[in-house]
T-cell receptor
Framework: EPEVTQTPSHQVTQMGQEVILRCVPI?????FYWYRQILGQKVEFLVS????????KSEIFDDQFSVERPDGSNFTLKIRSTKLEDSAMYFC?????????????FGSGTQLSVL | AQSVAQPEDQVNVAEGNPLTVKCTYS??????LFWYVQYPNRGLQFLLK??????LVKGSYGFEAEFNKSQTSFHLKKPSALVSDSALYFC????????????FGAGTRLFVKA
């Protein structure tokens, strides 16, 4: 089965630094998402992206966060100035459609540690 | 606004016994319901989804889910648990009144003891 790939698998950064998390969605998918999971617990929605713009975002996705699809294959999440509370597992997901019954395909995640 | 509740943090069951992982939901409009499973250090994997009209939905690895509209529930079940079923299970919901996001419950950790 095709996969969503995420790099790096682990990222350690100092507080206040910028980080970019990278994702390659499945090639024929059109809808992209970022979720995060803190300490193996709740999976929280951050943002959805379609047609090169944000479709929806949560309260967590403040001005420190941004997403882009720079080259038609990669989908990136940038955190401009990291905080300790940004430490989490970040998952990228994609889907071929935005039909309400469409499942999401998840990557294996990037574990971000902010020191 | 849509929401999902998984009332149990953890479910323990002996191998070979039936298992149930509970989920209730709240959504505007028609509900689109899903179960995902997460194994250690992995992303979430789709297990099954509710299909309108089918109150019992069958999915991967022998799992099934029972939809109950009056109780707004979508409980995950399996007739005979395996040790390899031990994982973190997430119920998720999406409404049909617009928006692209799928909302996940807090997760239920399933332990199957040999």
């Amino acid at each position: 089965e095709p996969e969503v790939t995420q790099t790096p698998s682990h990222q350690v950064t100092q507080m206040g630094q910028e980080v970019i998390l990278r994702c390659v969605p499945i090639s024929n998918h059109l809808y992209f998402y970022w979720y995060r999971q803190i300490l193996g617990q709740k999976v929280e929605f951050l943002v959805s992206f379609y047609n090169n713009e944000i479709s929806e975002k949560s309260e967590i996705f403040d001005d420190q966060f941004s997403v882009e699809r720079p080259d038609g294959s990669n989908f990136t999440l940038k955190i401009r100035s990291t905080k300790l509370e940004d430490s989490a597992m970040y998952f990228c997901a994609s889907s071929p459609t935005t039909l309400s019954n469409e499942k999401l395909f998840f990557g294996s995640g990037t574990q971000l540690s902010v020191l | 606004a849509q929401s999902v509740a998984q009332p149990e943090d953890q479910v323990n069951v002996a191998e070979g016994n039936p298992l149930t992982v509970k989920c209730t939901y709240s959504v505007s409009g028609n509900p689109y319901l899903f179960w995902y499973v997460q194994y250690p250090n992995r992303g979430l994997q789709f297990l099954l989804k509710y299909i309108t009209g089918d109150n019992l939905v069958k999915g991967s690895y022998g799992f099934e889910a029972e939809f109950n509209k009056s109780q707004t529930s979508f409980h995950l079940k399996k007739p005979s648990a395996l040790v390899s079923d031990s994982a973190l299970y997430f119920c998720a919901v999406r409404g049909d009144t617009g928006g692209f996001k799928t909302i996940f419950g807090a997760g239920t950790r399933l332990f199957v003891k040999a």
